[in-house]
């Protein structure tokens, strides 16, 4: 095992440990550390019957108790999705009124529970629309914003061309599914939902003009294009008010790095309209399937961590009381506690370096290390997402057990050897999914290796 920085180098994590109280539910987080989202992808799958689809398994449950014992704030899950069509993938989570049944809320509890089963975390389910982002096998014109097609590929799969949502579907249909998918959380015990309007999904195709080149009220200025974020705020607090204590947040992108694209300006001005209307937080994160940017786009970003640093301490500057997370390149204590001390955030989102370590908070709170192991691949997001893929897939394998280390079963990519033994591996898993794409077939899971 190989960590970015020997322990050694004692930046203090004091700072890491502070408590986060959430402006308007007043819930608190027991540290700034939250788990972020990463999408599954092995929730039941059966093309032939939608009802079958998007169910919590035991396997997510295992997951998730082990995270829940790894010393998070908050722990969020990977994009649940709120239509049964417009999946990021076949296997994610759905949620949606076409589709309910009391087994699945009974899977819902059991979900929640698993969320819960550690000492004190705050459990959030992300509710996404995938919108024009959906794979082609399953929506050959699936809808969006506007009927801009997606030019790219992923997994395999390209994107089909799709409509445009009529005015009374935005405010009649995307809105409801999403304040249904978050009563549907709150029935189940989860403490909070997140609304994901980032990386070019639905909501971020409203409010980027490379996406929405509407004419009514939800396109155009600014103000249009902010305004179904700001009406699924509503729409969820008429159904879970605030006296629940039900947490409200959002995942926003602090610049898009693509012509015409969000910019940072039109963040500050959006997520300033999330404050006022009184979201919990905002997580700040930034580029799209068409421009990633979860690598270093710059050497200046290299030294201070976080890919989005410059952009985040923008906007947090510009906002008062509505907590701040800053997801995307932290690694080290040092990167980690800088950010906050520099302004740029509250709270610290981590993705990649938390699969290979469900516990690494922990571990970070009391001292034991410094920083995440060692990824090969952080400046590869294509190979590094697989490999999370796959190391959350065997996180599932085993349920919790308090007498065994929790990253059990897990492989060690910080071991060259490992490494290049999975390396290898997925090239035959990506000639499948690029065969399966061309055949039609929906891709559901991930690749399932076990070193
Ligand atoms: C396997 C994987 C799945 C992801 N799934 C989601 C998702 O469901 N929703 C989301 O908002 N971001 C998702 N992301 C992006 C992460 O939340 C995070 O923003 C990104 O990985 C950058 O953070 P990191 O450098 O700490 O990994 C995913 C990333 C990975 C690697």
Request: aromatic share 10%; hydrophobic share 40%; proline share 4%.
């Amino acid at each position: 095992m190989s960590r970015r920085v020997a322990v050694s180098q004692t930046a203090n994590a004091a700072k890491l440990a502070e408590k986060i109280t959430f402006p308007t539910s007043k819930r608190i987080a027991k540290n700034r550390f939250m788990k972020a989202a990463l999408t599954e992808r092995v929730a039941t799958w059966d093309p032939n019957d939608r009802k079958k689809c998007g169910f919590p398994t035991p396997g997510l449950c295992n997951m998730y108790e082990k995270f829940s014992h790894g010393g998070f704030g908050v722990l969020l899950s990977g994009n649940v999705v709120v239509d049964p069509i417009h999946l990021e993938s076949a296997g994610n989570v759905i949620i949606h009124k076409s589709v309910d049944s009391a087994e699945r809320r009974e899977a819902f509890k059991r979900y929640a529970a698993a969320f819960k089963s550690g000492p004190d975390n705050l459990a959030i389910l992300q509710l996404s629309n995938a919108g024009r982002q959906t794979p082609l096998a399953l929506a050959e014109h699936p809808i969006g914003a506007s009927n801009i097609q997606l030019n790219a590929i992923r997994r395999g799969s390209g994107f089909g061309k799709p409509r445009a949502l009529t005015t009374e579907e935005v405010k009649d249909v995307v809105v409801e599914d999403f304040a249904y998918a978050a009563k549907y959380a709150f029935d189940a015990g989860f403490d909070g939902v997140q609304i994901h309007s980032a990386h070019g999904y639905l909501l971020a195709q409203f409010i980027s003009e490379t996406t929405n080149n509407r004419t009514d009220k939800y396109g155009g200025t600014l103000e249009n294009r902010t305004r179904l974020n700001l009406e699924i705020y509503e729409a969820i607090r008429r159904l879970v008010p605030v006296s629940t204590g039900f947490v409200v947040g959002i995942k926003m992108n602090s610049k898009e790095f693509q012509a015409g694209g969000l910019e940072c300006e039109d963040a500050i001005y959006m997520c300033k309209e999330y404050e006022r209307v009184g979201f919990d937080f905002i997580e700040l994160s930034g580029g799209t399937i068409e421009k990633l940017a979860f690598q270093h786009l710059t050497e200046s970003t290299i030294n201070r961590e976080a890919f989005f640093f410059e952009f985040a301490a923008k906007i947090k500057a510009a906002l008062s009381t509505i907590i701040v997370y800053l997801t995307g390149g932290f690694r080290t204590v040092n990167g980690m506690v800088f950010a906050i001390e520099q302004g740029a955030c509250d709270g610290i989102g981590l993705g990649r370096p938390i699969t290979s370590e469900l516990d690494l908070p922990s571990k970070i709170i009391s001292g034991q290390v410094q920083s995440a192991l060692f990824n090969p691949w952080d400046q590869d997001f294509g190979i590094s997402n697989f490999a999370s893929g796959t190391q959350m897939w065997q996180a599932q394998q085993t349920p919790y057990n308090p007498e065994t280390d929790i990253n059990n079963g897990i492989m060690d990519i910080s071991d060259p050897e490992t490494a290049e033994k999975y390396k290898i591996a997925l090239q035959s898993y990506n000639a499948k999914c690029t065969e399966l794409a061309q055949a039609g077939i929906p891709l559901h899971g991930v690749f399932e290796y076990q070193s």
